[in-house]
T-cell receptor, first 111, second 112 residues
């Protein structure tokens, strides 16, 4: 069945450090892929998405590229800020339309 | 434009009781999905409604049910509450099926 695996956290970085959060998926076909972010006490916000192989999603300095050969969708940001501290979820849209999420990776950025 | 509104934000219930959670989608959105978020299981899909019909259902017991009204507002109900039902319940609205999902802030349910 469909599943998403993302790196366990927590991840602690200093401000302006480079961020990578790994995400791999198992799915039939080529599902749409997403990164969502959850700030404390909030719901989920869509950060970026990619709908087909080799697509690059980007938003607010974050990027992720849909790699079908490695079934991956790693999240990257060149220079993180304290305000990026949150939990990040990788997700795919299953064949029935629902979102299937990874376990989440908590990011803490220290000044 | 108003976002997805979930009420109430917090609930405390006793084992064996039932609870109803409400979700008002973004104006014009016709699809509403519900997810349960727990520390152990993460985010799990409960069900999706579109045009008042349940289109998809996750792997939850029959104690979990939902419905959607003609104005697209949705409710989910959990009967005979168990301690393990304590979770953050998130509602997401979409313009249509398989389109971008916008999430509400969630309802934090605590079962004691």
């Amino acid at each position: 069945g469909n599943s998403v695996t993302q790196m366990e956290g927590p991840v602690t970085l200093s401000e302006e450090a480079f961020l990578t959060i790994n995400c791999t998926y198992t799915a039939t076909g080529y599902p749409s892929l997403f990164w969502y972010v959850q700030y404390p006490g909030e719901g989920l916000q869509l950060l970026l998405k990619a709908t087909k192989a080799d697509d690059k999603g980007s938003n607010k300095g974050f990027e992720a590229t849909y790699r079908k050969e490695t079934t991956s969708f790693h999240l990257e940001k060149g220079s993180v800020q304290v305000s990026d501290s949150a939990v990040y979820f990788c997700a795919l849209r299953g064949s029935q339309g629902n979102l299937i999420f990874g376990k989440g990776t908590k990011l803490s950025v220290k000044p | 434009k108003a976002g997805v509104t979930q009420t109430p934000r917090y609930l405390i219930k006793t084992r064996g009781q039932q609870v109803t959670l409400s979700c008002s989608p973004i104006s014009g959105h016709r699809s509403v999905s519900w997810y349960q978020q727990t520390p152990g299981q993460g985010l799990q899909f409960l069900f999706e409604y579109f045009s008042e019909t349940q289109r998809n259902k996750g792997n939850f017991p029959g104690r979990f049910s939902g419905r959607q009204f003609s104005n697209s507002r949705s409710e989910m109900n959990v009967s005979t509450l168990e301690l393990g039902d304590s979770a953050l319940y998130l509602c997401a609205s979409s313009l249509a099926l398989n389109t971008e999902a916008f999430f509400g802030q969630g309802t934090r349910l605590t079962v004691v």
